[in-house]
């Protein structure tokens, strides 16, 4: 069975430029979650998905968006770049349960110059 | 609302010596407990993951966790490094109140094998 893909894998913007993440999870997922780690704040939660609807946000501004989609792919959206957006950016895929393991894509590092 | 501590940032041991990375949290409710590894340039992958029943949890490639409520700890361990040990760590924890599958990650523990 495919693990989670994350496209890109890498990618470079300039401040003030907006970005958009793409997560595929794994076949039969339908949860998925966002997570931005950076050296200074560590892995921190954005925000879940569940059957296209958001289920729960983490303490992250406006600018950062996501949505899902009926297939169960998400995207997560970053409008007007900081340089504190520089991160990997994970994305995890569950099958539905609240005991389930959480699967973890590879990341997309984003780079703000 | 939950937190995780994990003593020591970096921690190195021998080939062959017990690994032990420290993890305390704080959860005003019963908490889901996880601990995760990730190499560089990868994502995070599972070890093993307490959610209730038996405290003694075991994972893959030989780690171990036990969930301790009255030290509030679910510190990992392995009776014998490995090389390929080597890598990050992070305990992570989850409770219903905000949410099962928003994680509460620590800091992470770098963890360096010596031959």
């Known amino acids: 069975k495919a693990g989670v893909t994350q496209t890109p894998r890498y990618l470079i913007k300039t401040r003030g430029q907006q970005v958009t993440l793409s997560c595929s999870p794994i076949?039969?997922?339908?949860?998925v979650s966002w997570y931005q780690q950076t050296p200074g704040q560590g892995l921190q939660f954005l925000f879940e998905?569940?059957?296209?609807?958001?289920?729960n946000k983490g303490n992250f501004p406006g600018r950062f968006s996501g949505r899902q989609f009926s297939n169960s792919r998400s995207e997560m959206n970053v409008s007007t770049l900081e340089l504190g957006d520089s991160a990997l950016y994970l994305c995890?895929?569950?099958?539905?349960?609240?005991?389930?393991?959480?699967?973890f894509g590879p990341g997309t590092r984003l780079t703000v110059l | 609302a939950q937190s995780v501590t994990q003593l020591g940032s970096h921690v190195s041991v021998s080939e062959g010596a017990l690994v032990l990375l420290r993890c305390n949290y704080s959860?005003?409710?019963?908490?889901?407990l996880f601990w995760y590894v990730q190499y560089p340039n990868q994502g995070l992958q599972l070890l093993l993951k307490?959610?209730?029943?038996?405290?003694l949890v075991k994972g893959i490639n030989g780690f171990e966790a036990e969930f301790k409520k009255s030290e509030t700890s679910f510190h990992l361990t392995k009776p014998s490094a490995h090389m390929s040990d080597a890598a990050e760590y992070f305990c992570?924890?989850?409770?219903?109140?905000?949410?099962?599958?928003?994680?509460?990650f620590g800091s992470g523990t770098r963890l360096q094998v010596q031959p």
């Open positions: 995890a895929s569950v099958a539905g349960g609240s005991t389930d393991t959480q699967y």
């Open positions: 076949s039969g997922h339908r949860s």
């Open positions: 998905y569940f059957s296209e609807t958001q289920r």
């Open positions: 959860s005003s409710v019963p908490p889901y």
């Open positions: 307490y959610t209730t029943g038996a405290t």
């Open positions: 992570a924890v989850s409770a219903m109140d905000t949410g099962r599958r928003a994680l509460t």
